[in-house]
């Protein structure tokens, strides 16, 4: 029972988890991060003068489920009514713990939900939650109409906070760049440039750094009794004992005295060992040399810019007051430094190094190192360790595991063990070697009770050039990471691999050999079999990978790779995150995937393909969203013979691939062109200039970004200007043939103020010189008498169609740039019919109409290729106001004859359809449609199916108010939940649902179907209930053959 009986009412009202699953969530995920809130926050805040009695916990999305998700809220709840002193102190917690977008305070008689992604307030500061609401206001909630405050209350609901609607109503108090984490990388970011300026190299830079966050941490973490592990008293002793030659209290006061701050570190060195501080030869005079040379290099101007940072006097950069005070030490997550590894490491271009965000990491593990279970004694690889950010989180759950196998508290000793056995890593960067180090033995430090620090020897084992080596993983003389004396070592190899062109080395070349080939010089996938060489038999293989290189490039080299890989080894899951690529990678790097795979042979069996999708809200910071429809299964031989299964089902569904399979049997530019009837080149490319090529001179030429305002599908070739320039590339080509008429001109990019593919029939006064163009568009030339099928082909390269095809065939355009490479282009089908006349086309309405005639498409395959072209697309390429990310339209019946549910009415028609088209059309098949009559809407929608209900048909929408339907989505939850795994969330966890049940008419059970969405339009389009019909249908058919049998 929660201390404010809020979180009761929270549950019975608003529907939110029961407050035993927010202050002792059931599932491993959600309890960790509940175990940690309350070992980092209940002792500060219970000793403040009314925090006594304070239970802290978490408001996880699925309280029941396993994974390592965000929490929605971090949670305090308050016994009695508290000061804002201790509401302002627990911010300041909240805020430095960084795990929680928010934060929920509870009191007998209010709760309040903060953002944790604002600046904490100053001393003076009046502190502004998101939402402040009373025990009464709750209470009242369903017993009055929506309005006022009310509304404000349905905003709590738990369909609201679990969906991200919350989150999106109130994004501008929720911007994560001003998160204590985001803050202090900026702030180390800043320091690090300072020192640079005073000549000090990046290797002492990121040990100081390192350090003074230790010894903060130090300062920061408190014993049981609440004191601060390194205080007065502690610094008294040194002083005492000489070590020091004054009194300090606090960092700042030491870094001003170059003397006194090396005999501190030195102390340090003592009690901690480890690989954090100079001195690890192996004489003594070694190890007083790497002292001296430190000591030497470090000037007093070094350390007076680190006390001025650490005092909070002032910001390094802007000059402004420094928020290191309010940062606290003990709360911040330790696996955040290893992910400031692009600030400590420095990264040189091409290197193919990419950061890893945090939720990405744990989203790996989860998948291959669970939480919930007791084997603790494996051996992980790291083999592009990085900072060390997969070995820290790693390191994290073999402890959670230890703790679980052992009635005893973990000892030192216990940890030491797990270090020096269980986690291993390499990485080509010594610095990013250093900073792994240093990320474990914080870990480490976490676990152990302060007390143990100075009375019990504790030392941090050594761990570079041992479980963590500086070297090319490739390189075969290296122990631990050698292919044949090192084989099945691992039981599970995890990391973000380096990946790019020309990123091989010369080591990884050499272990490939002839065996595995080499796209683009990408060493990213070589990590794979070399990992897979290295893992014991049934281990397991988790690798971020590059998308491109992996599963989309259609060359022979990565084909022949991809064959090989998906013959050798048993792959379990791709995750493709091509389109969450924006939001995962600051500098937009090219598209990742994450790959699971067994280190055994494959036995026929498919593996998962998941395509998550953006949410387009803050919640994409710090969550994958995955939702049914993102979930495909391919099996091996699939994979390996159908490269468009990749792209198709990144897009869309199985009646895509289909359909892409028919298109595929038309005529193309690139199946004439093999027949010799068509000739193609790409435009001039200039970029060395080193050739000289006179005859292009005086020919006018297309080399503007877009074609010019006037065309539409003829180009007037004498509004191009004229050529001057015979300069080309050394290697360009001599042959000019594509350039002759007749002609036409293909744009490589897919154009945003017509959303569209662009192509143009050359007209020229003189009929035999056709127009020169620039590198970015494509020429093709065909002989004179098939003039027509040119014409052919340029309305169906303008046409939707193009659009539809190539999304769903380009890896590029599918998940990486908004144009094609050529091959692509030349590979758009084109219809063998009967010649069509341009002259008559006017709009693109018309070039649509005429190409929809041409292939003959039956209405479904004509509604999937216009949903994708406005819906589908246009979200890819948009942002969160983009047309399928806006709410389902409702028209009020009194005041408008049209349709009152657009969206939803062609949605449930559509799956009728389908129904009746699998079971017959006398099946007396209708939907239900429920629509709420207040302004104030909850973010999802309900539909039923009804099947075989007599004298019934079509599509009804039936008014309720929000309450009710609340009441009804609940009873359906609950409905959810008994049948499925209660592990796998409710529905408002799931997003998307579907529930079968019947229901009572008189007596009789009518089957139905409940379909439970989000309110946004792309979930409720035509193709969407084709899709889902199609699911519906199958079960069914299931259900039939399973009681047969």
């Known amino acids: 029972m929660s201390q404010s009986g809020l979180l009761e009412l929270a549950h019975e009202k608003l529907h939110w988890p029961t407050p035993q699953e927010i202050l002792e969530p059931s599932g491993a995920g959600p309890s960790v991060y509940a175990r940690i809130a309350r070992e980092k926050l209940s002792r500060t805040i219970s000793k403040l003068s009314d925090g006594h009695g304070v ?13 390592t998700e965000t929490p929605i809220a971090l949670v305090c ?16 917690l909240a805020w430095s713990f960084s795990r929680t977008p928010s934060l929920i305070t509870t009191e007998p008689n209010r709760l309040r939900i903060w953002t944790c992604y604002e600046e904490p307030p100053k001393e003076d500061d009046i502190i502004k939650p998101v939402i402040n609401v009373s025990k009464r206001e709750i209470e009242s909630f369903n017993q009055v109409s929506l309005s006022g405050q009310a509304a404000e209350t349905l905003r709590l609901h738990w369909a609201d906070l679990v969906s991200g609607q919350f989150f999106q109503e109130h994004s501008q108090r929720f911007q994560r760049k001003q998160a204590a984490d985001q803050m202090l990388l900026k702030n180390l970011k800043s320091v690090r440039k300072r020192l640079q300026k005073n000549e000090l190299d990046d290797d002492t830079i990121h040990d100081l750094l390192a350090r003074i966050i230790l010894i903060q941490f130090l300062f920061d973490r408190q014993k049981s009794e609440g004191n601060p592990d390194l205080n007065e008293n502690l610094l008294g002793d040194l002083y005492r004992t000489n070590k020091l030659s004054a009194r300090y209290s606090q960092l700042a006061d030491i870094l001003i005295n170059h003397r006194d701050t090396y005999q501190f570190f030195r102390w340090l060195n003592g009690e901690f060992n480890g690989d954090l501080f100079p001195g690890k030869g192996a004489t003594e005079e070694e190890r007083e040399a790497e002292w001296q040379t430190e000591e030497q290099k470090v000037k007093q101007a070094h350390l007076n810019i680190l006390a001025d940072f650490v005092s909070g006097d002032v910001d390094i950069e802007t000059g402004q007051l420094s928020l290191w005070p309010y940062y606290h030490f003990d709360v911040i997550p330790l696996e955040f430094i290893s992910s400031i590894y692009e600030e400590f490491v420095s990264k040189k271009s091409g290197t193919g190094v990419h950061y890893t ?9 989860d998948g291959v190192l669970p939480w919930d279970s007791q084997e603790w004694d494996i051996k992980i690889l790291d083999p592009a360790c990085g900072s060390g950010i997969f070995l820290v989180k790693a390191f994290q759950r073999l402890i959670y595991r230890w703790e679980q196998a052992h009635p005893r508290t973990i000892q030192p000793s216990d940890l030491k063990y797990l270090l020096e056995n269980n986690l291993f890593g390499v990485d080509v960067d010594a610095q990013a070697v250093r900073v792994a180090s240093f990320s474990l033995y914080l870990t480490m430090l976490d676990k152990v009770e302060p007390q143990y620090y100075w009375e019990n020897e504790f030392r941090f084992p050594r761990l570079r050039e041992r479980q963590l080596v500086a070297a090319d993983f490739f390189k075969e003389d290296k122990e631990g990471f050698r292919s044949v004396q090192d084989a099945a070592k691992y039981d599970l190899v995890v990391g973000n691999a380096p990946w790019g062109r020309n990123t091989v080395t010369p080591a990884a070349k050499s272990w490939a050999g002839d065996v595995w080939t080499i796209t683009y010089g990408n060493i990213g996938p070589l990590f794979l079999p070399k990992a897979a060489a290295l893992t014991k038999p049934g281990g397991q293989v988790a690798m971020m990978q590059p998308a491109l290189a992996l599963i989309f490039n259609q060359v022979g080299t990565a084909q022949e790779f991809r064959a090989r890989l998906f013959s050798e080894f048993k792959i379990e899951e791709i995750v493709n995150l091509s389109a969450l690529r924006f939001g995962l990678f600051k500098d937009a790097i090219s598209p990742a995937c994450i790959i699971t795979m067994s280190a055994i042979l494959p036995d026929g069996e498919p593996f998962t393909y998941i395509c998550p999708k953006p949410v387009m809200t803050n919640e994409d910071d710090y969550h994958i969203v995955i939702e049914p429809h993102d979930v495909n299964t391919i099996y091996p031989q699939e994979a390996i013979a159908n490269p468009l299964v990749w792209t198709a089902l990144m897009w869309g569904g199985r009646r895509d691939l289909s359909l892409l399979r028919r298109l595929n049997q038309e005529s193309s530019i690139e199946k004439l062109k093999n027949r010799g009837i068509v000739k193609t080149r790409q435009g001039i490319i200039r970029s060395d200039r080193s050739k000289q090529q006179k005859n292009i001179i005086g020919k006018q030429i297309l080399e503007s970004k877009k074609f010019p305002d006037s065309t539409f599908l003829f180009l007037e070739a004498k509004s191009l200007p004229v050529n001057n320039d015979p300069y080309t590339h050394s290697r360009d080509s001599t042959d000019f043939s594509a350039f002759e008429m007749p002609q036409m001109i293909l744009k490589q990019g897919w154009q945003i103020s017509s959303k569209r593919f662009q192509a143009a029939i050359t007209v020229s006064d003189d009929n035999n010189r056709g127009v020169l163009c620039s590198k970015s568009y494509v020429s093709v030339h065909i002989s004179g008498q098939y003039g027509s099928v040119l014409e052919t082909a340029c309305l169906t390269y303008n046409s939707k169609l ?21 091959e692509d282009l030349l590979r758009v089908p084109i219809p063998e019919s009967r010649p069509i006349p341009l002259n008559n086309i006017k709009t693109f309405d018309d070039v649509d109409e005429c190409v929809r005639i041409a292939f003959s498409f039956k209405d479904s395959e004509w509604v999937i290729i216009n949903d994708l072209f406005n819906y589908t697309l246009p979200d890819f390429k948009g942002d969160g106001a983009s047309p399928g990310r806006k709410r389902t339209h409702r028209i009020d019946n009194s005041q408008s004859q049209n349709n009152t549910e657009p969206e939803l009415t062609a949605y449930c028609e559509y799956f009728l359809r389908v129904l009746k088209a699998g079971f017959g059309q006398d099946k007396q098949v209708c939907a239900t449609i429920f629509q709420e009559q207040t302004k104030t809407l909850l973010p999802i929608r309900l539909v039923a199916i009804y099947l075989n209900k007599p004298d019934s048909k079509g599509v009804h929408i039936k008014p309720i108010d929000s309450p009710d339907l609340m009441e009804r989505l609940e009873n359906l939850n609950k409905l959810y939940l008994e049948r499925g795994s209660i592990e796998d969330g409710g529905i408002f966890y799931q997003r998307v649902a579907r529930i079968y049940d019947s229901v009572d008419l008189n007596g ?18 035509r193709s969407m209930a084709l899709r889902d019909a199609d699911k519906v249908a199958a079960d069914i058919m299931l259900r039939y053959i399973s009681e047969i049998n």
């Open 55 to 67: 239970q802290i916990g978490v408001l996880s999305a699925n309280p029941q489920g396993d994974s």
């Open 77 to 92: 709840d308050f016994p009695t009514e508290v000061s804002e002193d201790t509401l302002r102190k627990t911010y300041q």
């Open 357 to 365: 965000p945090e939720h990405i990491v744990d989203f790996v593990l």
């Open 802 to 822: 193009a659009v539809y095809y190539l999304l769903l065939s380009s890896g590029c355009f599918a998940s990486y740039r908004p144009e094609t490479n050529v």
């Open 1004 to 1021: 009789v059970k009518i089957p139905t179907i409940y379909l439970i969405k989000p309110d946004k339009i792309r979930y409720w389009t």
